[in-house]
């Protein structure tokens, strides 16, 4: 079964949303979240289903981090991230009922992942590639569509836009803060290595075996450090 082509039409830029409540006077001013840099990129499949895909900007960084990607290669990573959503799950028993997914798993079975210990970057980085690699083999391929087809759609509607000759073009055009980069490169390294979660550290923190100083304590209750 060979696998399908979905062409991509169009990349653009938006924001998740965020908290805009007013605030009435003397009211504290909460912390703001959201309006985090969200991509969209919309691919059609052969039958003409139109799809969306949703990735935060972060995306980029993570993948850099995870597999040890060159910040500067954005055309590597957005081809990785625009391939991922087909990568089957391996402990879900019905992909396997899948013809395209089962051939894939056979052929990424055993491949380390971002979280293997004792793993170079090197090691993560071809094996994530080998997965986009089967991806691309066994079930969904990714092209763009011509411009022909997409300036002539976009004059039918009457939309005054000249559409650039790569519909991903302004993906291309984004460039990452190894900086960022290296930080996230940071927590990763410490998830793996304690093979936990993240501690959040604050001022009640203390290292294991020490002394523990004063417990904050409940509002209602006094005493005296322990």
Same mark, same amino acid.
């Given at each position: 079964m060979a696998a399908e082509v979905w062409k991509v039409w169009d990349a653009e830029l938006g924001y998740t949303p965020t908290d805009f409540t007013q605030l009435r006077e003397g009211q504290p001013i909460p912390p703001r979240d959201g309006a985090d840099p969200l991509w969209g990129v919309s691919r059609v499949d052969e039958q003409g289903n139109a799809k969306l895909h949703l990735f935060p900007h972060i995306t980029f960084e993570w993948r850099c981090a995870e597999y040890g990607f060159d910040p500067d290669d954005i055309a590597t990573i957005l081809d990785v991230i625009l391939h /991922? $959503?087909?990568? $089957?799950?391996? +402990? =879900?028993?019905?992909?396997?009922? +899948? /013809?395209?997914? #089962?051939?894939?798993?056979? +052929?990424? %079975?055993?491949?380390?992942?971002?979280?293997t210990p004792g793993v170079s970057d090197e090691t993560r980085r071809q094996a994530h590639l080998t997965r986009i690699a089967a991806v691309k083999s066994h079930s969904a391929r990714l092209e763009p569509e011509t411009l022909t087809m997409r @300036?002539?759609?976009? =004059? *039918?509607?009457?939309?005054?836009?000249?559409?650039?000759?790569?519909?991903?073009? $302004?993906? %291309? @055009?984004?460039? !990452?803060? $190894?900086?960022?980069? /290296?930080?996230?490169? !940071?927590? !990763? #390294?410490? *998830?793996?290595?304690r093979r936990s979660s993240f501690t959040p550290v604050s001022i009640t923190s203390k290292p294991p075996s020490t002394f523990a100083g004063r417990r904050p304590w409940p509002a209602a209750s006094t005493g005296a450090a322990e």
């Open positions: /991922e $959503p087909w990568i $089957p799950n391996a +402990d =879900d028993p019905l992909a396997l009922t +899948d /013809e395209r997914a #089962a051939k894939i798993l056979a +052929d990424i %079975h055993g491949l380390p992942t971002c979280w @300036q002539g759609v976009i =004059d *039918y509607l009457g939309i005054d836009a000249t559409l650039p000759e790569d519909p991903l073009a $302004p993906l %291309h @055009q984004t460039r !990452l803060d $190894p900086i960022r980069v /290296e930080a996230r490169k !940071l927590a !990763l #390294a410490r *998830y793996r290595d």
